[in-house]
């Protein structure tokens, strides 16, 4: 079982600036790519966090997408994090991993913040994923998504549970308590990168960007300057504690009405 070496670029991003936000990344992911399986990206990395959907959005055959794409493949790691993409007439949250191998998946945030109204400018997603690499089995998500634990909920289809954020200083409280709750309640790792700085509309971001163990501990804890967050998981170490703690064998089976959720 091979260990994962997981990599989170913690940075401040450039307003509703896709071009420049590409520059700045992309020679940060060609010094940080040797030695890593994983590179996380913030959410809505090409943009920050905007409501102009409409005015900043890209298409799946785009620039950004492409370019995560060529990069991935010819640096020989994974790319992960989230930008804006529209599609059929609707705007998406939309997480884009692009593999070493070429292929590419993608996870539409499924919880909108309603209270920066972004309820009313996406389409929340239906589906999450999980994404293998190597011998790991990865769920990302997206931001504000941590605050729901049934969605995030582990079905025994998951090692390592990820987060892309752009998460605010004032509310760093929660993030800070979450990721470590979703690494214990769900016998997994988590790791969660948050973007840095002010953004367009004066709101500052926090940063601590962490990777957790299964105990909720901290292998790895940022501050709130820019900076690339590094650790390498266990796979091995991970299931030893399965077979000597197996609460999963004691969880609660339960259904999705997503009709319903969400909204």
């Keep these: 079982m091979q260990d994962l070496n997981l990599k989170l670029l913690q940075t401040p991003l450039l307003w509703h600036d896709p071009a420049g936000n590409r520059a700045v990344l992309e020679e ?15 959410e809505t ?74 309820h009313d400018r996406y389409t929340p997603g239906r589906e999450r994923i999980i994404v293998r690499l190597g011998d790991w089995r990865i769920c990302p998500m997206v931001c504000y998504d941590l605050r729901f634990p049934v969605w995030s909920r582990n079905r025994g289809d998951y090692d390592l549970l990820l987060y892309v954020a752009n998460w605010p200083a004032a509310r760093l409280s929660a993030w800070e308590t979450l990721l470590p709750a979703r690494a214990v309640e769900n016998l997994s790792y988590s790791a969660g990168v948050n973007r840095t700085g002010t953004d367009g509309k004066g ?12 105990l909720g501990k901290h292998l790895a804890i940022a501050d709130k300057d820019p900076t690339t967050l590094r650790a390498t998981l266990s796979l091995a170490d991970l299931q030893r504690y399965r077979e000597k703690f197996p609460a999963w064998k004691d969880a609660d089976s339960f259904e999705l009405n997503l009709d319903k959720a969400a909204h």
């Design 28 to 42: 940060l992911i060609r010094k940080e790519a040797d030695g890593s399986d994983l590179l996380l990206l913030p």
């Design 45 to 118: 990395f090409t943009t920050g966090y905007t409501m102009e959907a409409a005015q900043v959005a890209e298409t799946m055959d785009g620039d950004t997408v492409g370019w995560m794409r060529r990069l991935a493949s010819e640096l020989k790691v994974d790319l992960c994090g989230s930008i804006i993409i529209a599609d059929d007439g609707r705007h998406f949250n939309r997480l884009i991993w692009a593999t070493a191998d070429g292929d590419l998946r993608t996870y539409d945030k499924r919880h909108l913040f309603r209270m920066g109204g972004e």
């Design 203 to 214: 709101i500052e971001n926090g940063g601590t960007s962490m990777v957790c163990d299964y």
